[in-house]
């Protein structure tokens, strides 16, 4: 029976806790023994906080029998990134530096969801900092993938794409700079939302006037996506970018008529590179799609010096967050964190005024394609998950890619134009790994672009070829991958109520 529970969407676990149908105690004591049972196979869940979640949901189900106001996630367990403040719960970042820190409240987005009536169960992996594609770090050890625990799960939301992929909890929560979001929701098979800069509040970012990195919401449907967003959107102080919206613009999502739908699409941008067995299993897709829409045909898209643009937006970011750091030890930093800190430091203002200029041109000309097509697709990720004991990609159809994160670039193109885009799980690819879609939709077009993800993906249930894949559990506990030392009832930090487990550095 608990595994039947925890399969159930989000969606439809919060109406049967409405209903008194189900205990928020039933539901998370589901969780937790999924979370026991599959958790040591793929290592997505890291700091766990089990006794304060019972008490959470013991008041969670009382405020139902009390016939109190319920919020939109009463009763829900959540996983929490690795890289958001949670109040009294480790947060590590996945870096050494903060194997003891525990913060002393929550920040913006995780306040939201709890006054929403979520229930923080844990936190999920991420790469130390957030930087790469690849959850391993040396405090928690590499999320495995649910497909197969010895190829990478993506990143940096990589322990919340596998924990939502195997049903450990219905919510978890993501971030996206480069492809943070939308890369492990590919990768696992499930969904991850880049929401327009300012929608949802991002209190951890330094430069907060840039609009690179959001926070958003995974789920494993549209559905479940949205309902966690809705508790998160709308103005906060700690977000200049910030922009009031009402919450029935996204409580009911217009219907979409796919016959009526014009898609443009292509497989690299022009300047993206992509392995040649993931450009055909994209054209391939494109095919089965084209019957259920009005329009599907191949789009031009001119993304200028993205590259480059990218480097140095990107590259100010890690200056602004690691420079006291690399000052007191730069051996302190892990390899990919203190690249990008190496690279930025060497640029000049004279590169960031061009780099912001050159964004501004993407923006522009990026917002033209609208005027023909209501949607553009293209792959989330070049190539089919790779082991996650190679750190990076280091090339791509033989040749070799220009530094270790260059192979994100299909995601990372669509962050510099600023549109919301959501991953869609579309099938499996040419070695049977889930294969995701990049929708991405127009300027603040966010609930459009979800509209059109739910229609897309009601059509793709129907389809073998285009349904999200399920990993096999069963499978998946045959696999030996030495992901990290897991601690089933990790002690006590000193002095604070929340659990702590780890493993050795990878």
């Given at each position: 029976?608990?595994?039947?529970?925890?399969?159930?969407?989000?969606?439809?676990?919060?109406?049967?806790?409405g209903?008194?149908?189900?205990?928020?105690?039933?539901?998370?004591?589901?969780?937790?023994?999924?979370?026991?049972?599959?958790?040591?196979?793929?290592?997505?869940?890291?700091?766990?906080?089990?006794?304060?979640?019972?008490?959470?949901?013991?008041?969670?189900?009382?405020a139902?029998?009390?016939g109190?106001p319920?919020?939109?996630?009463h009763?829900?367990?959540?996983?929490?990134?690795?890289?958001?403040?949670?109040?009294?719960?480790?947060?590590?970042?996945?870096?050494?530096?903060?194997?003891?820190?525990?913060?002393?409240?929550?920040?913006a987005?995780?306040?939201?969801?709890?006054?929403?009536?979520?229930?923080?169960?844990?936190?999920?992996?991420?790469?130390?900092?957030?930087?790469?594609?690849?959850?391993?770090?040396?405090?928690w050890?590499?999320?495995?993938?649910?497909?197969?625990?010895?190829?990478?799960?993506?990143?940096?939301?990589?322990?919340?794409?596998?924990?939502?992929a195997?049903?450990?909890?219905?919510?978890?929560?993501?971030?996206?700079?480069?492809?943070?979001?939308?890369?492990?929701?590919?990768?696992?098979g499930?969904?991850?939302?880049?929401?327009?800069?300012?929608?949802?509040?991002?209190?951890?970012?330094?430069?907060?006037?840039?609009?690179?990195?959001?926070?958003?919401?995974?789920?494993?449907?549209?559905?479940?996506?949205?309902?966690?967003?809705?508790?998160?959107?709308?103005?906060?102080?700690?977000?200049?970018?910030?922009?009031?919206v009402?919450?029935?613009?996204?409580?009911s999502?217009?219907?979409?008529?796919?016959?009526?739908?014009?898609?443009?699409y292509?497989?690299?941008?022009g300047?993206?590179?992509?392995?040649?067995?993931?450009?055909?299993?994209?054209?391939?897709?494109?095919?089965?799609?084209?019957?259920?829409?009005?329009?599907?045909?191949?789009v031009?898209?001119?993304?200028?010096?993205?590259?480059?643009?990218?480097?140095?937006?990107?590259?100010?970011?890690?200056?602004?967050?690691?420079?006291?750091?690399?000052?007191?030890?730069?051996?302190?930093?892990g390899?990919?964190?203190?690249?990008?800190?190496?690279?930025?430091?060497?640029?000049?203002?004279?590169d960031?005024?061009?780099?912001?200029?050159?964004?501004?041109?993407?923006?522009?000309?990026f917002?033209?394609?609208?005027?023909?097509?209501?949607?553009?697709?293209?792959p989330?990720?070049?190539?089919?998950?790779?082991?996650?004991?190679?750190?990076?990609?280091?090339?791509?159809?033989?040749?070799?890619?220009?530094?270790?994160?260059?192979?994100?670039?299909?995601?990372?193109?669509?962050?510099?134009?600023?549109?919301?885009?959501?991953?869609?799980p579309?099938?499996?690819?040419?070695?049977?790994?889930?294969?995701?879609?990049?929708?991405?939709?127009?300027?603040?077009?966010?609930?459009?672009?979800?509209?059109?993800?739910?229609?897309?993906?009601?059509?793709?249930?129907g389809?073998?070829?285009?349904?999200?894949?399920?990993?096999?559990?069963?499978?998946?506990?045959?696999?030996?991958?030495?992901?990290?030392?897991?601690?089933?009832?990790?002690?006590?930090?000193?002095g604070?109520?929340?659990e702590?487990?780890?493993g050795?550095?990878?």
């Amino acid at each position: 029976m608990q595994d039947k529970l925890v399969e159930k969407s989000a969606v439809e676990l919060r109406q049967l806790i409405g209903s008194k149908q189900l205990s928020p105690v039933e539901l998370l004591e589901a969780c937790i023994a999924r979370i026991e049972d599959i958790n040591p196979h793929i290592n997505a869940v890291t700091a766990t906080c089990f006794e304060r979640a019972r008490g959470e949901a013991r008041a969670a189900e009382q405020a139902v029998i009390d016939g109190k106001p319920l919020g939109l996630l009463h009763g829900l367990p959540i996983g929490i990134k690795d890289l958001e403040e949670t109040e009294g719960l480790l947060t590590t970042y996945g870096s050494p530096l903060y194997r003891g820190n525990i913060p002393a409240r929550d920040n913006a987005l995780v306040a939201r969801l709890r006054a929403a009536g979520a229930i923080v169960a844990g936190k999920t992996n991420v790469p130390e900092m957030g930087a790469g594609a690849n959850s391993r770090n040396a405090v928690w050890g590499a999320t495995g993938n649910p497909f197969n625990p010895l190829l990478n799960a993506g990143g940096s939301s990589g322990g919340s794409a596998a924990a939502l992929a195997t049903d450990l909890l219905p919510l978890c929560s993501g971030s996206d700079t480069g492809g943070s979001l939308r890369i492990p929701a590919a990768k696992c098979g499930v969904v991850g939302f880049r929401p327009s800069p300012g929608l949802v509040p991002s209190e951890r970012k330094l430069l907060g006037w840039t609009p690179i990195s959001v926070v958003g919401p995974m789920g494993r449907d549209v559905a479940d996506t949205v309902l966690q967003l809705r508790a998160t959107l709308g103005l906060h102080a700690s977000d200049p970018l910030g922009y009031a919206v009402s919450d029935s613009e996204f409580a009911s999502l217009p219907q979409v008529d796919l016959s009526q739908l014009r898609i443009g699409y292509t497989e690299d941008f022009g300047v993206c590179d992509v392995d040649n067995g993931i450009r055909q299993v994209f054209r391939d897709k494109m095919a089965a799609i084209a019957p259920y829409v009005k329009l599907c045909e191949p789009v031009d898209v001119d993304m200028g010096e993205a590259h480059r643009a990218f480097d140095v937006i990107r590259a100010e970011a890690f200056v602004a967050g690691f420079d006291a750091a690399y000052r007191r030890d730069p051996a302190s930093l892990g390899p990919n964190t203190r690249a990008n800190y190496e690279m930025g430091a060497a640029m000049s203002l004279l590169d960031c005024a061009w780099a912001q200029s050159e964004q501004t041109r993407i923006f522009r000309r990026f917002q033209q394609l609208y005027e023909r097509y209501d949607l553009i697709l293209s792959p989330t990720t070049p190539v089919s998950p790779f082991p996650w004991s190679e750190l990076y990609l280091k090339e791509v159809n033989g040749v070799a890619l220009e530094n270790y994160y260059r192979w994100l670039a299909l995601t990372y193109v669509v962050t510099l134009a600023t549109n919301p885009a959501i991953s869609l799980p579309c099938g499996r690819d040419h070695r049977g790994m889930p294969f995701g879609l990049q929708v991405t939709g127009p300027f603040r077009g966010d609930a459009r672009v979800l509209a059109c993800a739910a229609a897309l993906e009601q059509a793709f249930a129907g389809n073998e070829t285009l349904r999200r894949p399920r990993p096999d559990l069963t499978k998946l506990k045959t696999v030996h991958a030495p992901l990290t030392s897991i601690v089933t009832d990790p002690p006590l930090l000193q002095g604070q109520g929340t659990e702590q487990s780890g493993g050795p550095a990878v």
